[in-house]
T-cell receptor, first 115, second 114 residues
């Protein structure tokens, strides 16, 4: 069974640009969550999507957005990039049953560098 | 909002030494608790989890953790570490009925000297 895949693996952008990251969950998984990992702030929850709807949202500015498609693939977008957005962005997928926690499987991440 | 604290940021042990990593959380309601591990160059993976029942849970690779509700703690233990346990360890909390949202601690980097 293929794991969670994230593309691209590495990305370099300049301040002010926008970026789109992609995540393909494990087949059959309907929930996708996104996390930001930085040396200073650690792992922080961005948002979770389930059946094309945002189910939970972390404490990030509106420049961070996401969406989920009918095949459960998800994208996250960061607009007007700032230097502080440099991070490893992790995607995690799970079955996504309602009213219960499902084990999440993490992808390798996309390393974003903002210059 | 809930928070998770891992008090040891860096731990260095020799092989065969015992390990205990501390984790405390602040949240008033029911939570699910996790330890994740990130080996060098690898994905974040689940080590063990606690949902309910026996507060002593066993995970993969000989790790175990004990949930002490009165102390809001979920400490990770291993009786005898190996060089291959060198990794970063993260404690995480999922509030009940909060979907799959995880709040992570800051992580503990463990180095095991052969």
């Amino acid at each position: 069974k293929a794991g969670v895949t994230q593309t691209p693996r590495y990305l370099i952008k300049t301040r002010g640009q926008q970026v789109t990251l992609s995540c393909s969950p494990i087949s059959g998984h309907r929930s996708v969550s996104w996390y930001q990992q930085t040396p200073g702030q650690g792992l922080q929850f961005l948002f979770e999507y389930f059946s094309e709807t945002q189910r939970n949202k972390g404490n990030f500015p509106g420049r961070f957005s996401g969406r989920q498609f009918s095949n459960s693939r998800s994208e996250m977008n960061v607009s007007t990039l700032e230097l502080g957005d440099s991070a490893l962005y992790l995607c995690a997928s799970s079955l996504g049953q309602v009213f219960s926690y499902n084990e999440q499987f993490f992808g390798p991440g996309t390393r974003l560098t903002v210059l | 909002a809930q928070s998770v604290s891992q008090h040891n940021h860096h731990v260095i042990l020799s092989e065969a030494a015992s390990l205990e990593l501390g984790c405390n959380y602040s949240y008033g309601g029911t939570v699910n608790l996790f330890w994740y591990v990130q080996y060098p160059g690898q994905h974040l993976q689940l080590l063990l989890k606690y949902f309910s029942g026996d507060p002593l849970v066993k995970g993969i690779k000989g790790f175990e953790a004990e949930f002490i509700k009165s102390k809001f703690s979920f400490n990770l233990r291993k009786p005898s570490v190996q060089w291959s346990d060198t990794a970063e360890y993260f404690c995480a909390v999922n509030p009940y009925n909060a979907g799959n949202m995880l709040t992570f601690g800051g992580g503990t980097r463990l180095m095991v000297k052969p």
